[in-house]
């Protein structure tokens, strides 16, 4: 069934993203439905976002709630990762064929102001917080880190790759990375859904090499700034479109689409995650584990479609992006949740409680209503347009002298 609403970003089909499902046109012809969600991928990115937040509670509670050091939540920063192959399956799954047929700058436009208006609203109102907490000398300020690059790097979102260190709200790192694969979205994907289909598996598994290898030579904190981490993002990024167009012209369906592939790579990838293998192995079954997840159609597909997991989904970028304010918040109050006894594990629910509370605020309060009111932006400006054009040509009417006929004296 082909529904109005926009499967999600990097990754996910969230409810804000159906904001994008207003009609447009490509080549002139009138676009009135848009490719069907992919719920699935939406229940994936919330427990990968939820991830990540366990994976920063977990450190927290080490040092400052009297935990162990982390042990399940250990590798959670690769849910990051999860997130590049995400947003490059979903994006060929929405813009992809439009791009393909279409490469003008005003469908490029359109494009790129739809991912504007995904990622840009919460993200300078972290920043803006940031700003806040600077300017009444309540940040932690590095001395020898320029508050003014960190802020133009912040609200350009170009922390990637010209900063060494990313001070103001560490995880848009990785958007900011992102903002390069959708530049070079609308370039490479009419090449990659064109390609031979020998050729695409060939390039798949040559990229894929690569990311694993990437992952080998460098540590996850090496590929959170600079080239290392435009790097990271834009071949998984790329490798999630070659995903995408495996999932479209139903390779191995029939294997993918069996609980018991998808249960198999769940399980294979945590164990993994949990001994001392290269997290390389572990990020090269990430494709693989979208198209099992999107693809099912036993019991499994009745749990990924679950309301909770989808809402998760749903709210997960705003949990994603704000995440580090409220574990700051707890961090100051540390000592007094120690003192009554909350430690170790109590500690870090708490932790991932708060900051999955305070980032589904954001979502409601923030990040819906200002992407809805950018998405209408364009619309109202050519309307207001329209409208002074119509009554300035009428004003003009009105004051402009009668042109009369000469007069003869004979």
């Known amino acids: 069934m082909v529904a109005r609403r926009a499967a999600a970003h990097a990754a996910g089909g969230t409810l804000a993203e159906r904001l994008e499902s207003l009609e447009g046109s490509v080549g002139g012809a009138r676009v009135d439905a848009r490719p069907a969600e992919l719920p ?86 972290v920043v803006s917080i940031f700003v806040l907490q600077y300017a009444t000398n309540r940040l932690a300020f590095p001395p020898a880190v320029s508050f003014k690059a960190q802020l133009t790097a912040s609200l350009l979102l170009m922390q990637v790759p010209w900063l060494n260190e990313v001070v103001i709200n560490g995880p848009s790192w990785s958007i900011s990375a992102e903002w390069y694969a959708y530049l070079l ?77 998808l249960i198999v790579i769940g399980i294979l990838m945590i164990t993994l995650c949990l001994v001392g293998v290269s997290d390389g192995l572990v990020v090269i079954m990430m494709p693989f584990l979208l198209l099992a997840s999107v693809c099912n159609s036993g019991r499994m597909a009745v749990i990924l479609n679950a309301r909770p997991l989808h809402w998760l989904g749903e709210v997960s970028y705003s949990v994603y992006i704000f995440q580090i304010l409220p574990i700051m918040v707890v961090t100051t109050m540390s000592g007094i949740l120690v003192a009554q006894g909350l430690r170790g594990i109590p500690f870090e629910v708490i932790t991932a409680l708060f900051a999955i509370g305070s980032g589904v605020l954001v979502h409601r309060c923030v990040d819906v209503p200002t992407r809805a009111a950018l998405r209408r932006l364009p619309e109202r400006l050519s309307a207001f347009a329209a409208s002074y054009q119509r009554r300035h040509a009428g004003s003009v009417a009105a004051t402009s002298p009668s042109v009369s006929a000469p007069r003869s004296d004979v």
Not at 89 to 94: G, I, K, P, Q
Not at 206 to 226: A, K, P, R, Y
Request: a positive charge; charged letters at 15%; glycine letters at 8%.
């Open 40 to 125: 699935a991928l939406t229940s994936l990115r919330g427990m990968a976002a939820v991830a990540v937040v366990l994976f920063h509670s977990s450190f927290v509670t080490l040092h400052y709630g009297g935990g162990g050091p982390p042990w399940i939540w250990r590798r959670g920063y690769l849910a990051v990762d999860l997130f590049f192959f995400l947003s490059g399956f979903v994006l060929a799954h929405v813009y992809g064929h439009r791009l393909a047929d279409d490469r003008g700058l005003r469908a490029v436009g359109k494009f790129l102001w739809a991912r504007f208006c995904r990622v840009y609203p919460a993200s300078l109102f």
């Open 185 to 261: 979205f609308p370039v490479i994907v009419p090449i990659i859904l064109r390609l031979q289909s020998r050729m695409a598996a060939l390039v798949c598994m040559s990229l894929l090499i690569l990311i694993g290898i990437d992952h080998m030579i460098f540590t996850h904190e090496q590929q959170n700034f600079g080239w290392g981490a435009l790097v990271r993002a834009a071949l998984e990024f790329t490798v999630g479109i070659f995903a995408y167009r495996s999932y479209q012209e139903h390779l191995l369906r029939k294997i993918w689409e069996k609980d018991a592939t």
